[in-house]
């Protein structure tokens, strides 16, 4: 199965640079680096004012990562994620930072709006991506983790770029289609996919530098 992917990366610059780190990916998938906020695409990647949070988590940045190779919630269902992933073609690590983000690793999570579980999905997503008997267990970490990855793989084949994809997960697919296939300008939305990116990218660094591919540095 072709993997939709972000290519890999890995931050090729000193380590007191790293405090504050800003980035983008762009409409090929294309990731953009800067020390400073060049424009209004830029957003804070780890450290400083941007530093990682989870929802229920206090600490941020490498306490986080930390939290994530270490938590028995976490690895409790790293089985699923990995099955997930290759099954459905999308990125484990973008995966592991929906649900961190998402749900903070509560499998009993519950929405205001209804959503369960991990991943957060809605019993419309359920009607949409899961058989009728998955979807009466959507609260099961393998079942909630395999439909997340369905809905995921599929909006990134809509839409073509995953900040796009995930700004449709947080605000719904007309909203993004009404912005012009992008992240529409929604506060709460906005702030979603720029942590689910910040996120993803620092796991990316984190457990696959080897496989890193290609990287842009702007002065």
Known sequence: MKRLLLPLLILLVPAAAQAELWGYVDAAG???FAPRRIDARYAPVLGGAGAL???GKTDGGANLLAWLEIAPEVKAVQPFVRE??????VDAELLKAIIAV???YQAGAVSPRGALGLMQITPETASRYATPGDAARLAE???NIHTGARMLADLMRRFGRIDAALAAWNAGEGAVRRAG???PDIDETQAHVHLVLELYWALLQQ???ARAQRLTLHP
Request: proline residues 12%; aromatic residues 0%; charged residues 15%.
């Open 102 to 104: 998402e749900s903070g």
């Open 84 to 89: 997930a992933a290759a099954a459905h073609g």
């Open 207 to 209: 457990s696959q530098p």
């Open 53 to 55: 949070r989870v929802p």
């Open 141 to 143: 970490p393998r079942i």
């Open 181 to 183: 296939n992008r992240v």
């Open 30 to 32: 294309m990731a953009h």
